[in-house]
Structures are given as C-alpha cells and as structure tokens.
C-alpha cells in the first residue's frame, strides 16, 4: 500500500510501520548484545586465527605402579583424572577454545612394568578404514572406556580433544614382530572432533625407558583435519628430538600446526621443556599446542602454546596443580610464512651487508662480516687478553668452553669439525661468569643422537668447574652475535632468560654457510643463547 497526502492511511497503517521499526531495533540491539556476550566470553576470533587450549595436569598417580591391579581398580584412578580433564575441557570450551590438549602418561601415570599397566590399557584399532564415535557407539569394542569418555568429552562440549593414554592391541603369532605375550602395548596419542569422532591415532615411536610400552613396527605418520586451521599433526615427548617421526612428518605433509602431548623432565641450559619446544617451533616454523605433565619434584613442568614468534608458556617448578593456558594464535599459512620472510628481509635491509647490534647506552657498534673469522680473543679498549680454553659437562656432554669476560669481546672456540664465534656486549658487568661453548659429537646418556652446539651459558658459580651446571636466575643484559659453522640444516635457536622465561632473537639464519643469531639486549638476565643442531644422519 502506497500512501500519498490525498489520501490518508488508517491507523493501522503507522502502528504495523511503527511495530516494524521497533523490531528492527530490537533486533539490532539484540544482535549487538550477542556479540558483547560472545567477546567477552572470548568467542569472536580474528579472522585467520583459531583460539587453543593446553592443560599442565598434576596426575593422580598410583601409589604402586609396579603391582598388578583388576581393570575396576585401574579405571577408577584413570576416572579421577578424567574427571578433572572434564573440569578442562569445560573451562576451555568457555573461553572459547576450539582445541585442547592433555599431556602424555597424564590419565595412567608412569613407572609401570609390562605386565603392571595392562589393566590401565584401552583397546584400540590403529587403523585409517575405521570410523568410529565412542561416544555414540559404546559397544564396538570392548575395554574402551577411557575412550569413550574422551569422546563425550568432545562431543559434550563441541571442541577438539587431543589425549595421550595406554592402549593394547593383540597380534598373531606369525607376526615377526608380535611379542612373546601375544599383544602389542603402545603409548598412544587419540585425537578427537567436535562430534566425539576419533579421527587419529599415534603411538609414540622414541621411547624414553618405558618398558611396558612396544615401539611399533614402521613410524606413524599421523594427521587430522579441522575447519579452523587446517590440518594438524602429532607426536609425543622424546619424539621431537628425532628424525622420526617429528621432522618427515612436517616435511611430507607440510604440517603447519602440531599437537604435542609430552611428560618432559627439564634439563638445563639446553633442554628445558618451554626452551625446547619454543626453537622447535621457530625452527620450522609452526604453531605448537604442547602439554607437560605437572610434577616438580621430577622436574616436570613446563607447556606452552608456540607460533614461530611469540608463546604462552607455563613453567613452574615451585607450586603444585595443575594450569590450564588458551590462547588465540594465527593460523600459518604461506602467506603468513610469507609476511616472517618480508619482515627479515626488512631487518637485513637495515643492516646491510653487516650484521649489526647496537645499543643507545653503548659508544660504537659491533659488527660481524660474514666470512670474517674473529680470533680466539677477549678484548676491551684496546687490551687483549688470551682467554683460557677449558673443559666441562654440560648436558652429560664434554664441552669446550672459553670464559666471557669484560664489557665487550670477540670469541672463538672450535671442536672437531665445529667452530662456534661471539661478539657480546654488556652495558654493565655483573658479578656473574659466562662462558662460550662448543660440542660437536655424540651424546649417548639418556638417549643416543649427534649434537652440534654453541652455547652461551650462564655459570653456576664463578669458577669453571661451575660452567654447564643448572641455572635459573641472571641478571646479566648481553648484546650477543652467535654463530657456528654447522654441518647440518636443523638448527634449533635457543634463548632463555631469567625465570625459566623465553626472549625472540632479533635475527638469525644462515649466511656463507654459517648459521647465526643475534640480539640486542635481552629482556631479562640471560641463561642460555644457543644453536643446537640436530645432525640425525650421524645418531
């Protein structure tokens, strides 16, 4: 109906006009409110990101693991972890978290024989051509409950769940790897969707003295797809500093975010949990949700979600419980791959053919050219002093070490093959030694794989005896250049400051076949500063 001014419109005609309005608004005003609600619950996400969840669980463990159990009795110290995981699940679904991660040995415990842990152990089909919903599906299989209440946890509250727990799965005796007790045992990764599907499984290839567990035959290669990053990939723990399957599966599948459940006794300077996970992360250039078992008194703590140049970590050696961390973080992509290259060419740009750092408090610069190699000296105004060479453990491994003294300095140190160089600067000298050092062999306590390593540590006294050993605090604020000539191309950059807190290098990457990073002034005192490379073909 039209009106025009030669013809009035009845009443009717503005009340349903004016009920119109007043519903648009209404809604309008409904909408805004909506979407209030949704920031202040963390929902609204930036478009090309996706919001992550991390749990640090301090597990109820059993008081005996090396003495058998009935499976009622396992259940019900694996059901009250569960139900504390519930807890997490349903906070971090309220923060508006799309993924959550659980840490390794986190539902069963550890310390258990081969025999001792069979009780704690679900069934499970490792197996692509199985679709299967525990939730919704019960009766599939039987000893599946841990699964199955995973899956409800996913399906109940809309997120994906990623979990470490023990399964079992039977073999045929034809079977040439099949063990004498006729039944695989695995530490195995689940991963669940939104809907309570289990969409992967990964059974940890490097084990780490865990006896009641089988390393499988062949190395899985495990990945799932999500709506909001894409596609993920898995391992666990001691995997990541292997080849196998860490390194090939990124490399085959061109994995870009990975879910990594670990219980990771720190070992510093060079592999504290956060430390570690962080290079990794920069190293290859992907996100990592990593959760760590909460036990201080073993030294296990510390998770963290990582992108390439920034984390939200947890380190905490000193309180009890467990943290929960969610965090919204980019979803890499080639043009954000893209966008990390634009942004260090720009700081190449600036630095020209030299690599530079300086400091507003200092009186010059300095300054390495590539291709220049710098003497085995420590020098300040003028005066030059031969720095002694010495020897300590540092990481079960014999270090070579040269001290760090003075204000400012040039430094060399080889072993073998490898030569490590530094250029430092400090504004104020502390009453804290330093020192420069380098491995280049095979580390074979706790594990057997090649090192290559140069190493700026912190000292635990003021001795040399004192270099290599444990450190938390510092105070010392270097401006450092680092860099070796490795003889492999998985270098993994390590910076940690004071507090078992992380800081980003301002540079690094390879040039004239050596590989360097460098920094202008750390955030806090100064721990470690290191290039560990992984050469795998020597383990």
Not at 265 to 276: D, K, Y
Not at 401 to 428: F, I
């Amino acid at each position: 109906m039209i009106c025009c001014s030669s013809s009035p419109c009845p009443a009717w005609f503005f009340c349903s006009r004016f009920m119109a309005y007043t519903m648009v608004d209404l809604c309008w005003k409904l909408s805004v409110c909506f979407l209030c609600y949704q920031v202040v619950l963390g929902r609204v996400k930036k478009e090309g990101h996706y919001v992550a969840a991390v749990y640090e669980h301090e597990s109820i463990l059993s008081p005996n693991p090396t003495v058998l159990v009935d499976r009622q009795s396992a259940l019900e110290l694996m059901g009250r972890n569960l139900d504390i995981y519930e807890e997490q699940v349903v906070a971090a679904a309220r923060e508006g978290a799309q993924i959550i991660v659980f840490p390794e040995d986190g539902i069963h415990g550890f310390n258990f024989t081969r025999s001792s842990i069979y009780p704690y152990l679900d069934f499970i089909l490792h197996s692509r051509s199985v679709k299967w919903n525990p939730c919704r599906e019960p009766y599939l299989f039987n000893d599946t409950e841990v699964l199955q209440r995973l899956s409800c946890m996913a399906l109940k509250n809309k997120i994906f769940l990623v979990a470490n727990l023990g399964t079992k799965q039977p073999c045929e005796y034809t079977d040439p790897h099949c063990p004498t007790d006729g039944r695989y045992q695995f530490n195995t990764n689940v991963a669940f969707n939104d809907d309570g599907m289990l969409v992967a499984t990964y059974r940890k290839h490097n084990l780490y003295f865990e006896y009641a567990f089988d390393t499988p035959p062949e190395p899985d290669y495990e990945v799932f797809d999500t709506p909001f990053a894409g596609k993920f990939g898995m391992f666990t723990c001691f995997d990541i500093l292997f080849f196998e399957p860490a390194v090939n599966l990124i490399r085959r599948y061109n994995v870009k975010q990975v879910v990594y459940p670990t219980a990771w006794m720190n070992q510093l300077p060079l592999l504290s949990a956060v430390e570690f996970q962080q290079a990794f992360a920069t190293a290859f250039k992907v996100n990592i949700l990593a959760a760590n078992i909460h036990h201080p008194t073993l030294g296990m703590t510390g998770s963290g979600i990582y992108t390439p140049v920034k984390s939200f970590i947890y380190h905490n050696m000193e309180g009890y419980g467990g943290k929960l961390i969610v965090a919204e973080i980019p979803v890499i992509t080639i043009d954000y791959e893209n966008n990390l290259e634009s942004n260090k060419r720009f700081r190449e740009n600036l630095h020209h053919s030299c690599k530079t750092f300086t400091s507003t408090s200092l009186d010059d610069q300095v300054c390495f050219k590539e291709g220049e190699e710098t003497t085995g000296r420590a020098s300040e105004k003028g005066k030059e002093q031969l720095p002694p060479l010495f020897y300590a453990e540092m990481m079960y491994d014999n270090f070579t070490l040269v001290p760090v003294w003075g204000r400012k300095g040039e430094l060399q140190v080889c072993a073998n093959t490898l030569c490590c160089y530094l250029n430092y600067r400090r504004a104020v000298l502390t009453d804290e030694l330093y020192a420069l050092g380098v491995f280049d062999g095979l580390h074979t306590v706790h594990g057997t794989y090649y090192v290559q390593a140069c190493a700026l540590v912190k000292c635990g006294g003021l001795s040399f005896s004192t270099c290599g050993q444990e450190v938390t605090d510092a105070t010392a604020l270097i401006d450092f250049q680092l860099w070796g000539n490795m003889s492999t191309p998985y270098i993994f950059p390590l910076l940690l400051t004071s507090g078992i807190t992380l800081d980003f290098a301002d540079d690094m990457g390879w040039k004239n076949n050596h590989y360097y990073i460098s920094k202008n002034r750390t955030s806090s005192g100064l721990l470690t500063a290191a290039l560990y490379g992984r050469w795998y073909e020597k383990d």
